[in-house]
């Protein structure tokens, strides 16, 4: 039930969510251009735009969604032998 235990000297590194300043994305925003005029705009959208307001055509079903074990301390599981 509890495989990988590592000790607490073991230190988990984090995952790198920041978008790189050096990253030039002018090829793929070309690219996005390029598909939008020629199927119609709005066809393709980077994701940060969202879904919100009144061209939302869906939206996440949340009723069954995880606890919030990585930000909640009464979340955590506890285990007991």
Known sequence: ML????ADTVH???????ADEAVDRS????????L??????GTLK??????AGDKRAWS???QMRT??????WNDVS????
């Open 3 to 6: 495989l990988d235990l590592q």
């Open 12 to 18: 988990q590194g984090e995952l790198a969510l920041d």
């Open 27 to 34: 090829a793929l925003m070309g690219a996005l251009d390029k």
């Open 36 to 41: 939008n005029d020629r199927f119609g705009r």
């Open 46 to 51: 980077v994701a940060s735009e969202g879904l």
């Open 60 to 62: 996440m079903r949340q």
């Open 67 to 72: 606890p919030h074990y990585t930000t909640s």
């Open 78 to 81: 506890t285990a007991r032998a």
